[in-house]
T-cell receptor
Framework: DADVTQTPRNRITKTGKRIMLECSQT?????MYWYRQDPGLGLRLIYY???????NKGEISDGYSVSRQAQAKFSLSLESAIPNQTALYFC??????????FGSGTRLTVV | KQEVTQIPAALSVPEGENLVLNCSFT??????LQWFRQDPGKGLTSLLL?????REQTSGRLNASLDKSSGRSTLYIAASQPGDSATYLC?????????FGAGTILRVKS
């Protein structure tokens, strides 16, 4: 099994719908992140969490919310999806002294 | 502002060639530096992690160096293969913030 698992892998949704992307990890890392990747814009940080009770906004948090259900689980929600949220979304984990581990990504298309 | 720049933006080489990818960063107060590989539409695979106190790391045909004083890192790929074709990303950790370069798109021709 992958160290960082994202579900779903692909999703097409309609404008205005609520959608949740899920992430779980078996690394035992305390820190978890959500990024989005767009062509020409690189990776941008949406939210991050350093432990279950800690949630922080990243560069582009507007239109998104997160929930850290357990040390191993971190979900990203789009409350009312819009077309410019079409992107590749990545979950990542880290731990002090270690590098980042990324999931395989969720390709989200909002039509 | 903490910025990471990767040169070249794209590189095409024949199979078997040794090559060097460059990464430069504006702030030398780094915690560590990580090189990733990304295949089109796929996730990021960690290749090498260099802590700020280290000068280089090696894994198979890959060698990454770090020179904090000059704000540079290089990724050396020996005897390149078509399977090495991908985008290579350099990422620098400043405290709690990971800053990515835009990447180098590598194509190895058979």
């Amino acid at each position: 099994d992958a160290d960082v698992t994202q579900t779903p892998r692909n999703r097409i949704t309609k404008t205005g719908k609520r959608i949740m992307l899920e992430c779980s990890q078996t690394k035992g890392h305390d820190r978890m992140y959500w990024y989005r990747q767009d062509p020409g814009l690189g990776l941008r940080l949406i939210y991050y969490s350093f432990d279950v009770k800690d949630i922080n906004k990243g560069e582009i948090s507007d239109g998104y919310s997160v929930s850290r259900q357990a040390q191993a689980k971190f979900s990203l929600s789009l409350e009312s999806a819009i077309p410019n949220q079409t992107a590749l979304y990545f979950c990542a984990t880290s731990k002090t002294g270690y590098g980042y581990t990324f999931g395989s990504g969720t390709r989200l298309t909002v039509v | 502002k903490q910025e990471v720049t990767q040169i070249p933006a794209a590189l095409s080489v024949p199979e078997g060639e040794n090559l060097v990818l460059n990464c430069s960063f504006t702030d030398s107060a780094i915690y560590n530096l990580q090189w990733f590989r990304q295949d089109p539409g796929k996730g990021l695979t960690s290749l090498l992690l260099i802590q700020s106190s280290q000068r280089e790391q090696t894994s198979g045909r890959l060698n990454a160096s770090l020179d904090k004083s000059s704000g540079r890192s290089t990724l050396y790929i020996a005897a390149s293969q078509p399977g090495d074709s991908a985008t290579y990303l350099c990422a620098v950790l400043y405290g709690n913030k990971l800053v990515f370069g835009a990447g180098t798109i590598l194509r190895v021709k058979s």
